[in-house]
T-cell receptor
Framework: EAGVAQSPRYKIIEKRQSVAFWCNPI?????LYWYQQILGQGPKLLIQ????????DSQLPKDRFSAERLKGVDSTLKIQPAKLEDSAVYLC???????????FGNGTRLTVT | DQQVKQNSPSLSVQEGRISILNCDYT??????FLWYKKYPAEGPTFLIS?????DKNEDGRFTVFLNKSAKHLSLHIVPSQPGDSAVYFC???????????FGKGTTLSVSS
């Protein structure tokens, strides 16, 4: 089966600019996650979708981050405006449902200068 | 406050020997535990999982042990191979359908 697809792989922007990441989950996976992984840390959840509804966005910095999952398939994550501390790898993952393993994409490495 | 802790940042093992990676957690409500492996420039890959109703799960060279009273789990790799060299993340969820909480990872180096 095809894995989780993410684009772009790398992005370099200046602080205060905006950026968007795209994710296409594994076909049939209803649950989609966005994680942020800062260098030397484990992945940290930003937002979880079930189909096109938000399940958990408690750790999403909503003043600058937004995410949507239209039609319950693809998802986009946006940062506007970016800060230096947003430099990280942004990972998208999907799963079949409860107590099913998450399958991760290769991530987007964001560098904010 | 970290709910999932991997206190050893790195581990070095010789090929053919056993690798033991450890993980501690603080939330007694966690009921599902997983290990992920990550190579550079790739996303984490699922390795093995265990439910809180079990104390051991085995898959080939990989075995996960869960000690609920100690809030501790470990991943055993036997025998270790150079291709096992990667960062290993321990993760847990405390309610069915909720997202995983990850530790900081342990870098395993297997030398030939």
């Amino acid at each position: 089966e095809a894995g989780v697809a993410q684009s772009p792989r790398y992005k370099i922007i200046e602080k205060r600019q905006s950026v968007a990441f795209w994710c296409n989950p594994i076909s049939g996976h209803a649950t989609l996650y966005w994680y942020q992984q800062i260098l030397g840390q484990g992945p940290k959840l930003l937002i979880q979708f079930q189909n096109n509804g938000v399940v958990d966005d408690s750790q999403l910095p909503k003043d600058r981050f937004s995410a949507e999952r239209l039609k319950g398939v693809d998802s986009t994550l946006k940062i506007q405006p970016a800060k230096l501390e947003d430099s990280a790898v942004y990972l998208c993952a999907s799963s079949l449902g409860e107590n099913s393993p998450l399958h991760f994409g290769n991530g987007t490495r964001l560098t904010v200068t | 406050d970290q709910q999932v802790k991997q206190n050893s940042p790195s581990l070095s093992v010789q090929e053919g020997r056993i690798s033991i990676l450890n993980c501690d957690y603080t939330n007694s409500m966690f009921d599902y535990f997983l290990w992920y492996k990550k190579y550079p420039a790739e996303g984490p890959t699922f390795l093995i999982s265990i439910s809180s109703i079990k104390d051991k799960n085995e898959d080939g060279r990989f075995t996960v042990f869960l000690n609920k009273s100690a809030k501790h789990l470990s991943l055993h790799i036997v025998p270790s191979q150079p291709g096992d060299s990667a960062v290993y993340f321990c993760a847990a969820s405390y309610q069915a359908g909720t997202a995983l909480i990850f530790g900081k990872g342990t870098t395993l180096s297997v030398s030939s």
